[in-house]
């Protein structure tokens, strides 16, 4: 069964620290994992995914099939980086995406 | 212009009744889905729909119900509401495949009283 997990329900950090969002997930095969982002009072948006191995944000985040993760890292947080994030599995066709519980990260000043 | 729309934005109704949501996607994509986003925040899918075939999330009660139209179009009927259902319901579309990115709504806000 598909199944991913973010530990901390709230996260606090200070503007100018790092941050690292951490999620695991299960899948017996080879998923896609994404990491969705929820900005106060607006719709879930794609933040980044493992395949395009990309930065956005200054976020970034590394699959570790060994360790079965997938978390998300900025070495240095801003204000605006406030939201809920949402780590996300998919399957193989024909199987539905799979959130995590969500993480909410609180930068403070 | 907005790529996936949904409508009402918020909903208020009685224990009892039927109601709908409405939502479009000019993306010219094939799938839709529809999620359930409780109070704590936890997202919840409830149905993924292309042309084909309809996943459902067997956790999901009968009441709910999806309707597709047409491709653009994936609305959500919920029968006899109860006071469980309150929560923000986000419509969602992509492109059939593992691993295409999907292009959610504003969400609509349902209050059951």
């Known amino acids: 069964a598909q199944r991913v997990t973010q530990p901390e329900k709230l996260l606090s950090v200070f503007k100018g620290a790092p941050v690292e969002l951490k999620c695991n997930y299960s899948?017996?095969?080879?998923?896609?994992l994404f990491w969705y982002v929820q900005y106060s009072r607006q719709r879930l948006q794609l933040l980044l995914r493992?395949?395009s191995r990309e930065s956005i944000k200054g976020f970034t985040a590394d699959l570790n099939k060994g360790e079965t993760s997938f978390h998300l890292k900025k070495p240095f947080a801003q204000e605006e980086d406030s939201a809920m994030y949402y780590c996300a599995l998919s399957g193989g066709y024909g199987q539905n995406f799979v959130f995590g519980p969500g993480t909410r990260l609180s930068v403070l000043p | 212009d907005t790529a996936v729309s949904q409508t009402p934005k918020y909903l208020v109704t009685q224990m009892g009744n039927d109601k709908s949501i409405k939502c479009e996607q000019n993306l010219g994509h094939d799938t839709m889905y529809w999620y359930k986003q409780d109070s704590k925040k936890f997202l919840k899918i409830m149905f993924s729909?292309?042309?084909?075939?309809?996943?459902i999330n067997e956790t999901v009660p009968n009441r709910f119900s999806p309707k597709s139209p047409d491709k653009a179009h994936l609305n959500l009927h919920i029968n006899s509401l109860e006071l469980g259902d309150s929560a923000v319901y986000f419509c969602?579309?992509?492109?059939?495949?593992?691993?295409?990115?999907?292009?959610f709504g504003p969400g609509t806000r349902l209050t059951v009283l």
């Open positions: 899948y017996s095969g080879s998923p896609e």
């Open positions: 969602a579309s992509s492109h059939t495949g593992q691993g295409n990115e999907q292009f």
């Open positions: 493992h395949i």
């Open positions: 729909y292309n042309n084909k075939e309809l996943i």
